[in-house]
């Protein structure tokens, strides 16, 4: 089960998960059309199409215009991707493949090509009244509705390979992240952890520790009157059977199933992690400040929404955990703000050392932080 967890979460996020749903509820649609037949029409005699080979035509045009139009969507999809490879950080490749507009849109192409296809083959095998007579009145209308869509795409597109629509996608993200800790209704401790941790849990397979349901966890430790320590900082990887989570009592087969759910180790990278958000913003200005891509207006971009986000960083305790009002415990601990920016920092200033230009917007980066670095206090 707990092998199973991480697959679906990789179909769930997957760029193919949103398309393949919508896809098949085409196929469905079709397919209820077929046994079903249902005649909406009925006032509207003059859109129902009934000939036979008028509707071959149809369709015929329908799978060869939407097939077109799903190659050059799909081509310009992995163009973006490849540029954004080249260009910035395979780090972001995600937080694109997240565009649930571009899903969609692949989806209603898709699924447009397997109606079109089932209603073809249930034509060639039939008569004219047994086939549905609203079904060649739909193609015309999918394909309508993809030849406005594809335009769409064109536009969205055109905004998704621009340098600053990506870099606000990754600062939006870490900056989203951030405010749900920072405003959460859990409170920041300081005080010292247990110093007896009896029990551990341990996963099979290795990975990345991508993400806690923090809510779900604590809820766990107020139910069993337990406190857990995380031993691994998040975003980190975690090999096959190392300890992840310590508890200050035994816990039974029952608890250790339910914690294992609210904890993900996965394969890939946690982009949901605010830490890895700013490795990522630190990545696309080294690369733009290499001689091979020399870009330093994206550099200068960077620079300024880490800025902003180390600002916001301070406003987030550099506490020992979170509890909650009714008593359950979960010990972490955040990689220290002023750690943090030295590490991105100092990798800045080691790559972008000749650059004056980025030294000095690196300077005034430094001086803006220290002048709004004020904590949030720790309850």
Same mark, same amino acid.
């Given at each position: 089960?707990?092998?199973?967890?991480?697959?679906?979460?990789?179909?769930?996020?997957?760029?193919?998960?949103?398309?393949?749903?919508?896809?098949?509820?085409?196929?469905?649609?079709?397919?209820?059309?077929?046994?079903?037949?249902?005649?909406?029409?009925?006032?509207?005699?003059?859109?129902?199409?009934?000939?036979?080979?008028?509707?071959?035509?149809?369709?015929?045009?329908?799978?060869?215009?939407?097939?077109?139009?799903?190659?050059?969507?799909?081509?310009?999809?992995?163009?973006?991707?490849?540029?954004? @490879?080249?260009?910035?950080?395979?780090?972001?490749?995600?937080?694109?493949?997240?565009?649930?507009?571009?899903? @969609?849109?692949?989806?209603?192409?898709?699924?447009?090509?397997?109606?079109?296809?089932?209603?073809?083959?249930?034509?060639?095998?039939?008569?004219?009244?047994?086939?549905?007579?609203?079904?060649?009145?739909?193609?015309?209308?999918?394909?309508?509705?993809?030849?406005?869509?594809?335009?769409?795409?064109?536009?969205?597109?055109?905004?998704?390979?621009?340098?600053?629509?990506?870099?606000?996608?990754?600062?939006?993200n870490t900056r989203d992240n951030l405010m749900k800790l920072i405003y959460s209704?859990?409170?920041?401790?300081?005080?010292?952890?247990?110093?007896?941790?009896?029990?551990?849990?341990?996963?099979?397979?290795?990975?990345?520790?991508?993400?806690?349901?923090?809510?779900?966890?604590?809820?766990?430790?107020?139910?069993?009157?337990?406190?857990?320590?995380?031993?691994?900082?998040?975003?980190?990887?975690?090999?096959?059977?190392?300890?992840?989570?310590?508890?200050?009592?035994?816990?039974?087969?029952?608890?250790?199933?339910?914690?294992?759910?609210?904890?993900?180790?996965?394969?890939?990278?946690?982009?949901?992690?605010?830490?890895?958000?700013?490795?990522?913003?630190?990545?696309?200005?080294?690369?733009?400040?290499?001689?091979?891509?020399?870009?330093?207006?994206?550099?200068?971009?960077?620079?300024?929404?880490?800025?902003?986000?180390?600002?916001?960083?301070?406003?987030?305790?550099?506490?020992?955990?979170?509890?909650?009002?009714?008593?359950?415990?979960?010990?972490?601990?955040?990689?220290?703000?002023?750690?943090?920016?030295?590490?991105?920092?100092?990798?800045?200033?080691?790559?972008?050392?000749?650059?004056?230009?980025?030294?000095?917007?690196?300077?005034?980066?430094?001086?803006?932080?220290?002048?709004?670095?004020?904590?949030?206090?720790?309850?």
């Amino acid at each position: 089960m707990n092998n199973v967890l991480p697959l679906l979460r990789r179909i769930r996020n997957s760029i193919s998960f949103i398309t393949m749903c919508i896809a098949l509820g085409f196929g469905v649609l079709a397919l209820a059309l077929v046994f079903f037949r249902p005649n909406l029409l009925t006032d509207y005699p003059r859109l129902a199409i009934t000939d036979k080979e008028n509707i071959k035509f149809i369709l015929s045009f329908t799978i060869g215009g939407v097939f077109t139009l799903t190659i050059f969507t799909f081509t310009m999809v992995m163009n973006v991707l490849d540029r954004s @490879i080249s260009n910035y950080s395979p780090r972001l490749i995600p937080l694109i493949l997240r565009e649930k507009k571009h899903q @969609i849109l692949l989806g209603v192409t898709s699924g447009t090509l397997l109606y079109a296809l089932v209603m073809a083959i249930v034509i060639s095998n039939s008569n004219n009244e047994d086939f549905p007579p609203m079904a060649a009145s739909l193609a015309i209308i999918m394909s309508m509705a993809n030849i406005v869509l594809f335009i769409y795409f064109i536009h969205s597109v055109s905004q998704t390979i621009q340098v600053n629509f990506i870099l606000y996608k990754s600062f939006k993200n870490t900056r989203d992240n951030l405010m749900k800790l920072i405003y959460s209704d859990l409170q920041f401790i300081s005080n010292k952890e247990e110093d007896v941790w009896i029990d551990t849990i341990c996963f099979k397979h290795c990975g990345y520790l991508n993400k806690i349901r923090l809510q779900k966890l604590i809820g766990i430790s107020e139910k069993q009157g337990i406190s857990f320590k995380l031993l691994k900082t998040m975003g980190s990887f975690v090999m096959e059977n190392e300890p992840v989570l310590a508890a200050s009592a035994k816990i039974d087969t029952k608890s250790v199933n339910s914690i294992k759910r609210c904890i993900s180790i996965d394969r890939v990278e946690a982009i949901d992690v605010f830490e890895i958000g700013f490795k990522h913003l630190v990545e696309v200005a080294v690369k733009a400040s290499s001689p091979a891509i020399n870009d330093p207006g994206t550099a200068l971009t960077a620079i300024d929404y880490l800025t902003q986000l180390f600002i916001l960083r301070h406003k987030l305790p550099d506490a020992k955990g979170m509890k909650s009002a009714k008593g359950g415990v979960l010990f972490f601990e955040f990689v220290p703000s002023t750690q943090l920016a030295e590490f991105c920092f100092v990798e800045m200033e080691a790559y972008m050392g000749d650059d004056p230009l980025l030294m000095r917007k690196l300077a005034q980066s430094k001086k803006s932080i220290a002048q709004n670095g004020n904590s949030k206090k720790i309850k």
